[in-house]
Structures are given as structure tokens and as C-alpha cells.
């Protein structure tokens, strides 16, 4: 009888359990749900603190960075060629000084139900701070990172359309 109630009881956790990870939000939804249509990327590099001389590699970098983003992007079957389709990935990498700010947004259309006009809007966002010590490494491991959150979540909210 223990053995019995054990095991129902496992079956009860263990089916929670996986529920749990296999639900999808609302917030999930409106975040990133897109029929899992491909992403363009767009980049934006700024030097903001022009008086801080960067070593000239950082536009090599940038570039690699940018290039790293299309190809995860392409390797999901994700990649828009043209900035034809209304889902646009922003990539923005930003430095003043020593420091640097490191974003990554997606756009897609979201309809003003009063007004019935759509807008392309941020829907989900990561970012963050820190130092570089002219060490860029740390920068395009961030942006990896992030790039593969972003191709992780879009895919498990548009799963059922890929």
C-alpha cells in the first residue's frame, strides 16, 4: 500500500512539475509570440564619452559580435535577410569610458485597440552594465548570451508554430 501511494504521489509531483516548465504565460504570449516568424537584427554601436581614446579593435569586435547574433539567428531558421518584415532584434552596445551598457530588445507590432493603429513596440528586453578594462571578450559573451535567451524563449512560446 505504501509502495502504491508513493508511487501516485511521484506521478502527481512529477507531472507538476513538468507543466510547470511547459506553461506558457500571458505575459509570454504578448512578449513574444510572433507565429514563429524570422527576426531581423539591427545593431547600434555608440562611443558615447568620445574623449576616452578605445583601441581600434573595438569596431573589429562590434563586428564580430554582429555577425556571432546573425548566425545564431540563422541557425534557429530565425534570420530575416531584409528589414522587410515588421519584427526587428535590436542589439545595442554602448561605451563610455570604461564602462559599457549592453542591450537587447524585440520589436514587434502591437494594435492600439481605442484607435485600431499598430505601433512597433519593445515587447521584451535584456540589459546590463559593467566595466570592459579594454578586455571586449566579456561584451560579445553577454551578447551571446543574450542572443541565445532570446532563440530559447522565442522558441518556447512560438513552438507550436515552428
Same mark, same amino acid.
Given at each position: 500500500?505504501? @509502495? ?5 504521489? !511521484?506521478? *502527481?509531483?512529477? %507531472? ?10 500571458? =505575459?509570454? $504570449?504578448?512578449? *513574444? ?6 527576426? +531581423?537584427?539591427?545593431?547600434?554601436? =555608440? ?18 559580435? @554582429?555577425?556571432?547574433?546573425?548566425? =545564431?539567428? $540563422? &541557425?534557429? $531558421? !530565425? ?10 532584434? /535590436? ?22 485597440? @481605442? ?5 512597433? %513596440?519593445? %515587447? ?9 578594462? /579594454? ?8 551578447? &551571446?548570451? +543574450? %542572443? ?5 524563449? +522565442? !522558441? $518556447? ?6
Amino acid at each position: 500500500m505504501i @509502495k502504491i501511494l508513493a508511487t501516485v504521489l !511521484l506521478v *502527481l509531483f512529477s %507531472t507538476s512539475v513538468i507543466g510547470e516548465e511547459d506553461s506558457i504565460s500571458n =505575459r509570454d $504570449r504578448f512578449e *513574444l509570440w510572433a507565429n514563429c516568424q524570422p527576426v +531581423y537584427p539591427l545593431f547600434d554601436y =555608440r562611443q558615447v564619452n568620445t574623449t576616452f581614446i578605445l583601441p581600434e579593435n573595438i569596431e573589429i569586435a562590434v563586428e564580430n559580435m @554582429k555577425i556571432a547574433v546573425q548566425n =545564431r539567428l $540563422r &541557425s534557429a $531558421r !530565425l534570420y530575416q535577410e531584409q528589414d522587410t518584415h515588421p519584427l526587428k532584434l /535590436y542589439v545595442s552596445i554602448q561605451i563610455s569610458g570604461p564602462a559599457f551598457m549592453i542591450g537587447m530588445q524585440f520589436h514587434k507590432p502591437v494594435q492600439d485597440v @481605442k484607435f485600431g493603429t499598430y505601433f512597433l %513596440t519593445p %515587447t521584451w528586453e535584456v540589459r546590463s552594465f559593467g566595466t570592459h578594462d /579594454y578586455d571586449f571578450n566579456g561584451i560579445a559573451q553577454r551578447v &551571446s548570451g +543574450y %542572443t541565445d535567451r532570446f532563440i530559447n524563449e +522565442y !522558441l $518556447r512560446v512560438n513552438a507550436d508554430s515552428c
